[in-house]
């Protein structure tokens, strides 16, 4: 059954509210949508999606737990062999609020809810899966990463030994990278330069 909240409840009472969502449970069942107040919409999905996981279970035990909130049987036995097996595969979220326009006599906040019946893609579910699974790996190697540059560098440094590049070597390595910017015509002419030196 739903949670109690603080404030004003949807119907009169607590009786009143609990029989209020269980027939907006049955016509949604029956009916796969319906539009209704979005403050009835978002009380209503938790309920439906707890329904429709007995129905998922299936057994005799699942079907008296929601026979207690929908008193149709048809539209038990509706959910139990119908929508059950179209969502067999789905790991929850059964049902979505789309928000609509305002009511016309009051302004009230309308919305459309609705059964998601159609079936989760495999594409979908490996994407997922691989999206988790990465992030699973990003935060296991976070600290491991962070933590190796810190111990490797001074091991590099007392096992390595210094190595001291002149100055000519240096100016020799970095000039094919400036004779790709210079013309062709210009670079024999530093050359010749640096062998007057």
């Given at each position: 059954m739903p949670t109690p909240t603080k404030g004003p409840r949807l119907g009169g009472g607590p009786?009143?509210?609990?029989?209020?969502?269980?027939?907006?449970?049955?016509?949604?069942?029956?009916?796969?949508?319906?539009?209704?107040?979005?403050a009835k919409a978002k009380r209503l999905r938790p309920l439906a999606e707890r329904l429709v996981t007995f129905a998922k279970r299936g057994d005799l035990a699942a079907r008296r737990r929601v026979l207690t909130v929908v008193k149709d049987k048809g539209v038990v036995h509706e959910l139990f062999t119908e929508?059950?097996?179209?969502?067999?595969?789905?790991?929850?979220?059964?049902?979505?609020?789309?928000?609509?326009?305002?009511?016309?006599?009051?302004?009230?906040?309308?919305?459309?809810?609705?059964?998601?019946?159609?079936?989760?893609?495999?594409?979908?579910?490996?994407?997922?899966?691989?999206?988790?699974?990465?992030?699973?790996?990003?935060?296991?190697?976070?600290?491991?990463?962070?933590?190796?540059?810190?111990?490797?560098?001074?091991?590099?440094?007392?096992?390595?030994?210094v190595e001291e590049v002149p100055v000519e070597t240096a100016e020799v390595e970095a000039a094919p990278a400036e004779a790709q910017d210079v013309p062709a015509e210009d670079v024999p002419a530093e050359k010749d330069a640096d062998d007057t030196k």
């Open positions: 009786a009143h509210e609990r029989l209020l969502l269980g027939n907006l449970a049955t016509s949604l069942f029956e009916h796969r949508r319906i539009t209704t107040t979005e929508i059950a097996p179209l969502v067999a595969d789905r790991p929850g979220g059964y049902t979505r609020i789309t928000k609509i326009g305002p009511r016309k006599g009051d302004n009230a906040p309308m919305a459309v809810i609705e059964l998601v019946l159609e079936p989760l893609s495999p594409k979908q579910a490996t994407v997922a899966e691989a999206t988790a699974a990465t992030k699973r790996a990003a935060k296991k190697d976070a600290p491991k990463k962070a933590a190796a540059p810190v111990e490797a560098a001074p091991a590099e440094a007392e096992d390595a030994p």
